[in-house]
């Protein structure tokens, strides 16, 4: 199985080595420089880049314990001795095989050993060796395959003057005028040149211009050989492919594989944009460009700096590699895994990318899809949304955010932090939406499962909605209110607040407020048709009890603790007045009647208790943390 390995590998069909070459040449320019301390960065890199580009091979080696064995190749003094790595992932497995060689001087390729082992590879190369070792093992096996080819001679065509030339040890024809050479699809001129014929290349000065199917570059200078086809331009480089022009100082040429890359810095411009970076690579038949180190992308609508930057100049997409800033006049972006259509405006970004706007607005996920011509957000997996003018956080792992006007929702786990005053509220639902068309009138709904904590009050429902501009929170369905020892339930409770706490409370249809006295079976009980109460100084201080009021009230000795008595009142109207979360009085209209009853006469328990009275505390949320508790 080995030797069929092996024979594959050699004899690989031209197309796939030249795509693979390319994938692997790309891979290498983007890898990412690591330092020992950075382990787990490379092996990241590793898994997630090289097996991504690794060629599959469909014949796979069952045993795969240490061997030893060699093979030599036809063309091995094309080859660089040395220590290599190897490694593809077979389609019907999910291990990785390494298989770790050397190529000693004489050719000879001499397998090591065959691992499935990550660390084996790791504790010998770092991953720019590994990359390396790879691209020129592709490189080589790809040479070989083009060895097997005619050789093609590059063909003088036109000098006005010619001359031979051996002071330099070599002879070499030197020529000046109008030169022209000719290779293959290739024509190339320059004002004079020095042509070793017999070594099949030559170099170019002065307004060198090369012409190849849609591509055309000039430059100062250009150094060629045309045994592989390697062309390399030097000083005021210019390259141009249909809407793409490339600049820079330093530009070499594949002409086998129809590539050319800088590495002394470069720039690109397209209709709408420029490219800057030191290092770049630029594949005309494709189109895509590759860049890396000190990148800059300007736009009329922004500006990228980067560490890895691609761009595929037919789809118009763009991909970002390392740590990566996008500004705009409207937002700032960073990310360091993302990709974006640069003509429509829309893509995805990854691994706790974060948007801030100049409005205050800030989001972060584990990924965002964006589509900014649309003007949609959404978010997916540990997403944030800050708003620090409002001073809100709401955390979900899936939301949709609209800009125009500005709206969204978040849900599966959602939850929201409210930090404008110093005790912060913590609030929990299935669902929680928002809508701000401007800074003053603000809607946020709660629904489903509603909970909420604060120092000073808690709460339940089905659902909530507050209005900013009323400063209102209404409260639906089954709502339970808890402010300190007294417990507020209704159809529908309204929390008004003034200076970002709770100021009056507005309890509608079947209000009733309890509190626990002295032993655990023991409830002052207030109830009536709607009820008012009011805060001070964050204690319920004063309540007003409107419409069929009835209140029973547990009077304690303060000396003892024992029962003084049990007051009974009914009324239209009642108005109860609390000091230091004790009844100070109770005032009622003319018509009220009340009946105080001693402890040896007081009533049956159960006549203690008012029509729809329930003690809710069990459900409470008692920090931050339980509103995530379902009752």
């Not at 005021?236 to 530009?251: A, Q, S």
């Not at 209140?551 to 303060?558: A, E, G, L, Q, R």
Request: charged letters at 25%.
């Amino acid at each position: 199985m080995l030797t069929n390995y092996v024979t594959n590998m050699v004899s690989y069909k031209k197309r796939a080595l030249n795509d693979l070459r390319k994938l692997l040449e790309g891979l290498l320019n983007w890898s990412v420089e690591t330092n020992t301390k950075n382990k787990v960065r490379e092996k990241h890199l590793s898994r997630e880049h090289v097996y991504e580009y690794v060629r599959k091979l469909k014949n796979v080696c069952d045993n795969l314990d240490q061997l030893s064995c060699h093979f030599t190749v036809k063309y091995a003094d094309h080859a660089k001795f040395g220590k290599y790595v190897h490694s593809y992932k077979p389609s019907n497995k999910r291990t990785t095989i390494y298989i770790i060689y050397d190529i000693t001087k004489t050719g000879v390729i001499d397998i090591k050993k065959i691992t499935t082992n990550y660390q084996t590879i790791s504790s010998h190369f770092s991953l720019k060796e590994i990359l390396s070792i790879l691209l020129f093992l592709f490189c080589f096996c790809g040479n070989n395959a083009m060895i097997a080819q005619k050789t093609t001679n590059v063909i003088l065509e036109q000098s006005e003057t010619l001359s031979f030339d051996k002071t330099q040890g070599e002879a070499f024809q030197v020529l000046r005028g109008n030169v022209r050479f000719r290779h293959d699809n290739a024509v190339m001129y320059c004002d004079s040149a020095y042509f070793y014929d017999g070594k099949n290349s030559f170099d170019a000065f002065g307004n060198v211009r090369v012409v190849q199917d849609s591509v055309t570059m000039t430059s100062d200078k250009m150094f060629y050989d045309g045994d592989i086809r390697l062309m390399k331009s030097r000083e005021n480089v210019v390259l141009n492919n249909g809407k793409l022009t490339l600049y820079t100082n330093h530009l070499d040429f594949d002409r086998i594989n129809n590539y050319g890359y800088y590495f002394n810095g470069g720039k690109l411009v397209d209709p709408q944009f420029v490219i800057t970076s030191k290092t770049g690579y630029h594949y005309p038949d494709t189109k895509k460009s590759f860049f890396k180190t000190d990148v800059v992308m300007v736009n009329p609508d922004f500006t990228i700096n980067s560490d890895t930057l691609q761009h595929h100049s037919t789809t118009e997409i763009m991909y970002l590699v390392g740590p990566s800033y996008v500004y705009h006049k409207e937002y700032t972006v960073y990310t360091t895994n993302g990709w974006a259509n640069t003509e429509e405006n829309y893509g995805r970004l990854y691994d706790y990318s974060v948007i801030t706007s100049t409005d205050g607005k800030r989001i972060t996920a584990d990924s965002i899809a964006f589509n900014k011509s649309e003007g949609w957000a959404k978010v997916y997996h540990n997403a944030e949304l800050q708003d620090s003018v409002r001073k809100t956080i709401i955390y979900g792992n899936y939301g949709i955010f609209y800009e125009e006007p500005q709206s969204g929702f978040m849900t599966d786990r959602p939850y929201l932090i409210d930090y404008s005053s110093p005790d912060s509220l913590f609030l929990h639902a299935d669902t929680l939406s928002f809508f701000a068309p401007d800074s003053v009138n603000n809607i946020l709904k709660a629904y489903y499962h509603v909970r909420f904590f604060r120092n000073d009050f808690q709460g339940k429902c089905d659902s909530l909605v507050y209005i900013s501009a009323d400063s209102v929170a209404q409260m639906y369905r089954a709502p339970v209110l808890w402010s300190e020892d007294n417990q507020l339930t209704g159809d529908q409770i309204n929390i008004y607040m003034k200076d970002d706490a709770p100021d009056w409370i507005h309890i509608i249809n079947n209000a009733m407020i309890s509190s626990q006295e002295g032993d655990s079976v023991s409830f002052n009980q207030l109830a009536g048709r709607e009820s008012k109460g009011y805060i001070i100084e964050g204690e319920l201080r004063k309540i007003e009890m409107i419409g069929n009021a009835i209140s029973i009230y547990y009077d304690w000795d303060n000396s003892d603790g024992s029962l003084n008595g049990i007051n009974r009142a009914e009324g239209s109207f009642m108005t109860i007045f609390l000091k230091e979360k004790k009844l100070e009085k109770i005032v009622m209209t003319p018509d009220s009647k009340g009946t105080f009853y001693p402890p040896d006469k007081a009533p049956p328990k159960e006549e203690l208790f008012l029509k729809n009275f329930t003690w809710q505390e069990a459900i409470r949320p008692k920090d931050r943390y339980d509103i995530f508790r379902h009752e």
